[in-house]
C-alpha cells in the first residue's frame, strides 16, 4: 500500500508540472504559425529524459523501491502524456496535416528513446 501513495503523489506532482509546462511552451511557440504540437512535444521528450535519468540513478544510489516508484511510475508517467500525444496526432490528421503529423510522431518516438539513452548516460556520469 506504502507503494501506491507514492506512486499518487509523485503522479499528481507530475500532472501539474506537465500542464504547467504545456502552457508555458504552447505561449513562447504561439508564434511559430506551424501545427505543432511544441508543448506535449517538449514535455514528452524531456520526461523521456528524466525517466532515463531517474532509473540509473536509483539502480547506482541503490534508492528504495518507494523512491523509485515515485520518480519513474508516478512523476515520470504523470508528467509525460502518451494520450497527449495520440490526440495530438489524431488532430493533425483530421485537419489533413500529414507530413506534420509523420514529423511529430517521428521526432516523438526518435526524440523520446535518444533522450531516455542520454538521461541514462547521464545518470551514469553523476556518479
Known amino acids: 500500500?506504502?507503494?501506491?501513495?507514492?506512486?499518487?503523489?509523485?503522479?499528481?506532482?507530475?500532472?501539474?508540472?506537465?500542464?504547467?509546462?504545456?502552457?508555458?511552451?504552447?505561449?513562447?511557440m504561439s508564434s511559430?504559425?506551424?501545427?505543432?504540437?511544441?508543448?506535449?512535444?517538449?514535455?514528452?521528450?524531456?520526461?523521456?529524459?528524466f525517466i532515463g535519468l531517474f532509473y540509473t540513478i536509483s539502480e547506482r544510489w541503490n534508492l528504495s523501491m518507494e523512491t523509485r516508484l515515485f520518480l519513474t511510475v508516478g512523476l515520470c508517467g504523470g508528467f509525460t502524456t502518451f494520450s497527449t500525444f495520440s490526440n495530438d496526432g489524431l488532430s493533425l490528421l483530421k485537419g489533413e496535416f500529414?507530413?506534420?503529423?509523420?514529423?511529430?510522431?517521428?521526432?516523438?518516438?526518435?526524440?523520446g528513446l535518444l533522450a531516455v539513452f542520454v538521461g541514462g548516460?547521464?545518470?551514469?556520469l553523476i556518479g
Do not use: H
Not at 507514492?6 to 500542464?19: A, D, N, T
Not at 511559430?32 to 529524459?49: A, D, H, K, L, Y
Not at 548516460?121 to 551514469?124: E, I, S, V
Open 1 to 28: 500500500m506504502k507503494e501506491i501513495v507514492y506512486i499518487f503523489f509523485g503522479g499528481g506532482i507530475g500532472s501539474v508540472l506537465r500542464y504547467l509546462a504545456q502552457i508555458s511552451v504552447n505561449e513562447k
Open 98 to 111: 500529414y507530413g506534420t503529423f509523420l514529423l511529430y510522431t517521428l521526432l516523438s518516438i526518435i526524440g
Open 121 to 124: 548516460y547521464t545518470g551514469k
Open 32 to 49: 511559430v504559425g506551424f501545427p505543432f504540437s511544441w508543448g506535449t512535444f517538449i514535455v514528452n521528450i524531456t520526461g523521456s529524459f
